[in-house]
């Protein structure tokens, strides 16, 4: 612990998340948009093994106390290499090779192997954030030059936080997702009536298509949820994962789905495909909800049918939204027939700070360029959206 009596805060890192008192951590993660910083999702992730220095995320979490009170916390891993993060950050790595600068090990900022936008600094609310934002970021340079680290990097960031960083000297590299946005539907043919004609009838054949297979779904939340479905969650993730060979992201254990059930499953939506007579479901997508926040997280299922993956995954999930009121549904990582189900693309972020001066220099002389190039493919994404006109809403500006 190292203590500054000229601001009167103690700075504390941690290598486990459990050894932060949960009701300290959540009272500044709670109020936030993402569930995807709350204390147990990241728990889960350490106390299943899943996230673990042998398996490359050495955890090394900040936190900032004022005497007895927790006022900051960051998550922040010890990275070794870039698996698992989403930002495909090669190049830079290649660039640093060649001019002989450490780039590995690094400092990582996320809610790990999830790519979802939402990531900052945890700040008590009633505090100075501005002054102990900088203490963070002060914070982290130091432990990151002490352990000579290549860098930092802040992935998945959450938009008013990432302009609060550029101006404190964080580097933005803009890259793009999915986001579905709900307007107010009041039901599913309200998010139809959206679409151009040709685009309707396919949304249309692809929803009947699960009927004329005898496939059918249901929606389990919170308690609802069966205790036997995580097993079968499992092997879905696992099948998913193993039939995209050595492109696939399979993370976590079985542990790890336990772990959610048994203290995480009030943010957990399960739909659930069920055929014909078979009790047991033969697919499932695993979302996680909380306020206006819909996100998709992980899916498979073990028969082939057609269309099955757009109705788990995005028609079932849409309709949840519309029916409990959400406004906004992510449905994860890739995939460009997003587009084709009317997920606009919308930029987002991640931040990055190095420890030698020829590397940032370097990144900062190509960084505008490369942002620009992605901001226009941004753009064409957005042309293909098969709407019938443009959308009012700005998520997709």
Not at 181 to 187: A, S, V
Not at 203 to 210: L, N, T, V
Not at 234 to 251: A, S
Not at 255 to 262: D, M
Request: contains cysteine; aromatic residues 14%; hydrophobic residues 35%.
């Amino acid at each position: 612990m190292e203590k500054n009596e000229e601001t009167s805060l103690s700075v504390i890192w941690v290598n486990r998340i459990r050894d932060v008192r949960q009701d300290a951590w959540d009272a500044l993660a709670v109020g936030l948009a993402t569930p995807l910083l709350e204390w147990e999702w990241l728990n889960q992730m350490e106390a299943s093994g899943s996230i673990a220095p042998e398996n490359g995320w050495q955890p090394s979490h900040l936190t900032v106390w004022d005497g007895e009170r927790l006022v900051g916390a960051a998550p922040l891993y010890i990275k070794s290499d870039s698996e698992g993060e989403f930002v495909f950050d090669h190049i830079w790595a290649e660039v640093a090779m060649k001019l002989g600068i450490r780039y590995y090990p690094r400092l990582v900022g996320m809610s790990p192997v999830t790519p979802v936008t939402g990531y900052r600094f945890l700040i008590a609310e009633g505090t100075d954030e501005d002054r102990i934002t900088r203490r963070m970021l002060d914070e982290t340079d130091r432990f990151c030059r002490e352990k000579k680290l290549g860098g930092c990097s802040f992935l998945f960031a959450d938009p008013e936080w990432r302009r609060r960083l550029s101006q404190l000297g964080c580097i933005t590299w803009l890259h793009h997702g999915f986001v579905w946005e709900n307007p107010g539907f009041q039901c599913f043919d309200d998010y139809l009536s959206r679409f151009n004609a040709n685009q309707r009838r396919n949304i249309r054949r692809e929803r009947r298509a699960m009927a004329r297979q005898g496939i059918s779904f249901r929606a389990f939340c919170g308690d609802e949820i069966p205790r036997h479905f995580i097993p079968l969650l499992y092997r879905f993730y696992e099948r998913t994962n193993e039939q995209h060979g050595p492109w696939g992201c399979r993370y976590l254990n079985q542990k790890f789905f336990e772990g959610l059930y048994g203290h995480y499953r009030h943010r957990m939506v399960l739909i659930a495909a069920f055929r014909d007579s078979v009790p047991e479901p033969v697919g499932m997508s695993m979302l996680l909800h909380k306020g206006q926040q819909l996100l998709g997280r992980y899916w498979g299922c073990t028969v082939r049918a057609d269309a099955l993956h757009f109705n788990a995954c995005y028609y079932q999930p849409i309709e949840w939204a519309i029916r409990h009121g959400v406004r906004f549904f992510n449905p994860g990582a890739g995939g460009e027939h997003k587009i084709r189900r009317g997920f606009g693309s919308f930029g987002c972020y991640s931040l990055h700070r190095f420890y030698d001066r020829r590397m940032e220099l370097v990144m900062r002389a190509h960084i505008r360029e490369v942002n620009r190039a992605e901001k226009n493919h941004i753009a064409h994404l957005n042309t293909l959206l098969p709407f019938s006109r443009k959308p009012d809403s700005g998520c997709w500006e």
